[in-house]
């Protein structure tokens, strides 16, 4: 199972797994740990992530990006409005008054929804997933603002669904960076204890998100959480290229923004100028070459022009911190750090306004770009069974107050506030309606004056529908009761509706009978004797008496008889007494389910979407294939370039006069078809050019080869032979290293060293007469053949060690010591026998000792043949 967190952010994307190690955040296939957020097409492919941010300026029409806060909304919704008012690429309104995008791919007009522009984008960051963990990737946990609402929720869950991803949780931003905060933390105080209090600055390329959290050991609990739209990077970007444009026009008389090519080039280099500005305090230069009409742009700003352009912004970044200190209902004294996350935070200005308000100096405990992501993959670690995580428990909050209406057919209208603000996500609530007919509930944000401000033109949520209502018997109203909830993505259903119908049923139950009383008091005096009975035969074992074979089987023949007397008796005493039966009425209870027929607002029809996840699958195998296609075409190409060059310098030696003329020639036709016929050829064609240009630049590349490592072969032949010549000659001359060896066998290598040497000399004398240009008949790797075969034969003759002779045992010794000295005694016996003297002790007879003992042999000095 794969534990994948996604931060889908308007700009780029970042993607963290949980592996044994701890959280890691994977590169891309250009090692970046972000991957921008854009999705281009060309005629036969889609481009995903930076190549589509690299030919944004050449392929404007067909580069689709802030897409993201389209998602769910209508066409007419003034945020979409925004949004498109800066898009270069076309978008239109839609059946349902849907967002279209118009797309020029594989030779047509495409429409796409937003979902399936956001689906591409999460293929591409499914497959660098997949291709860094070397395993599918299903399982995942992604991130959306805080402010998202159900229309927005469901259209992203619709996106991962299309692109083949099982969202676990869509988890917001806030929450996400507070988990990644606080799991990791050792001295959080006991639950029993006060909480600790910190603040969470949020500002990404499109909105600031501030949130308040409690931590204690092993949880978290998120207070309050308020946001504001349009204090972000995209914001602040905008106020400096609207400055440098209207430098450029006074200077030039060119309005800069009335292109949308001159804008991105604008708005690409403004964005490196704000970065410089969060660490200089000094002017930083601007120059942009041919910004527009062949007119460049140089200009200067400092850190002050720029605060004074985004004034505004700035009030409404600390307005949003003051609203969620107030709704925390903390004071600074109870806050205990802030903490910033989001590019933006890097602005000087915001962190001077977070010390202003909370009190605190803003902490950069956190990665900035990567918090949220490494958050979304510890809470699918959480979730994984596969994984064991340090238990924590997460508590969000819904940052909209929910309202529901109802009616039925009696116009019995009525609303109420369900959910209220910063309530306790995800949460279920019991409502009991007392009906007679089917009846609807609508769901829709608050809009009173303490529910805030909601981001939608439309605050309906969707419409609920139970049937299958029907009045009691006696024409009264049935008691409904419907389950509402929140789920875990924050996502606002109804669950299930049900009501209690009581039905009353006449069944038989046996009467009771006194005879029956008696029959069980027989019954259970009857267990009572046997269980005595029992008790004394135990008592006898106990005591040690046996019994005799013939009494025991008395017994078993007496226990036997009874039995058989009793099932003899049950059946008449059945038959003699049968059992009464008596009617008696019974109240059950059914639960009856009733079918919920759901309109969600921003949800994709079933067909819509199972249209799209088909039309997503052909589009991944089209890149697949298209994808291997280049990679054929490029071969050839990067071939050409690369054996043109060498064949008139490294390879000049090596391929005769008339033959190089005849291969440029074929490598310039083909460069020339590369780029005019066999511009979009199909993939094996490639190939068969690329064998057939191969057939004469490798042949070359070969003969060079062999050339340059031949001598070193011949050398290592001929080593191999030198040597075991050596050996044969020492054998020869009688060497002691060498006398163990047997006369065959190094006969049998001083034969093969014949057959190799005149192999070699034959060889060389043959490759002698072969020119450069020609190919040689025998090839390095005979002569390393030649070579191994030689040595897997003589190696085991010539290095046969000589045999090593054990020495003598103790009792060996001992045994020798006693011959030796018995030796001694028979030639001193001997001795004084011949001489006629007796054996007296101290006598003049006395024959001299020997002073030197026998020699002894030593095993270990003795040649063996």
Sequence with gaps: MSVVGIDFGNNSCVIAVARQGGIETIANDYSLRETPSFVGFSERQRIMGVNAKNQLLTNLKRTCFDFKHMLGRKFKDPIVQEIISKLPYDVTEGPNGKVQIHIDYLGTKTLFSPEEITAMLFTKLKLTAEEALKTQVKDVVISCPSYFTDCERRSLMDAANIAGLNVLKLMNDTAATALAYGIFKQDLPPPEEKARNVIFVDSGHVGLQVSACSFNKGKMVMKACTHQRGIGGQAFDAALVKYFAEDFLAKTKLDAMKKPRAILKLTMEVEKV???????????????????????????????????????????????????????????????????????????????????????????????????????????????????????????????????????????????????????????????????????????????????????????????????????????????????????????????????????????????????????????????????????????????EKVEDSEMKDAEKKEDGEDKEKKDTEPEKKEKSPPKMVKKKKTISKIIDLPITSQAVGSLPKTKLETSMGQESKFSQQDLQESDRLIAKNSVEEYIYDIRGKIHEELEEYLAEDNRQSFSNTLEDAENWLYEDGEDCEKQVYVDKLKELRLVGEATKKRKSEYEGRKAAIEALGHSLQMACKVVDAYKNKDELYTHLKAEDVEKVAKLIEEKKTWMDQSCATLERTDKVTNPTILVCQFYQEQSAFEKTSRPILNKPKPKIEPPKMEDKKETNENNTNQKEDKTETSTEKNGSMDVEGGAGDTPKSSNPPPVVDPKEMEVD
Excluded at 282 to 292: A, D, Q, R, T
Excluded at 330 to 335: L, R
Aim: glycine share 6%.
């Design 274 to 544: 704000k970065k410089q500005m969060s660490a200089n305090t000094s002017l930083v230069p601007l120059n942009i070459e041919c910004l527009m009409e062949e007119r460049d742009l140089q200009h200067r700003v400092d850190r002050t022009q720029f605060e004074e352009m985004v004034q505004e912004e700035l009030k409404k970044a600390e307005q949003v911190m003051q609203e969620c200190l107030k709704a925390s209902e903390w004071k600074q004294e109870d806050i205990y750090a802030v903490e910033i996350v989001g590019g933006s935070t890097r602005i000087p200005a915001i962190k001077a306004a977070i010390e202003r308000i909370f009190g605190k100096i803003a902490n950069t405990t956190l990665n900035a770009d990567e918090s949220v992501a490494r958050g979304c993959a510890l809470q699918c670690a959480i979730l994984s069974p596969t994984f064991k995580v340090r238990e924590f428990c997460v508590t969000d909050i819904q940052p909209f107050a929910i309202k529901l209406n109802w009616k039925d057919n009696e116009q019995d209208n009525g609303n109420m506030v369900i959910f209220p603000k910063f309530h306790q996500i995800p949460f279920s609530k019991l409502l009991t309606f007392y009906r007679n007919g089917n009846f609807t509930v609508d769901a829709e944000y608050d809009t009173g004056k303490d529910a805030g401000e909601v981001p939608l033109q439309d605050p309906y949520i969707g419409n609920f529908e139970i049937g299958e209502v029907y009045p009691m018997p006696d024409g009264s109203n049935q008691k409904v009761k419907v389950k509402v909830r929140i789920n875990l993505n924050g996502i606002f259903g109804v669950n299930s509706a049900n009501f209690v119908e009581k039905q009353e049923i006449e069944e038989e139950v046996p009467m009771e009978v006194e005879e029956a009383k008696e029959d069980s008091n027989k019954k259970e005096n009857k267990e009572d004797i046997s269980d005595s009975a029992n008790n004394e035969k135990v008592n006898e074992k106990v005591n040690g």
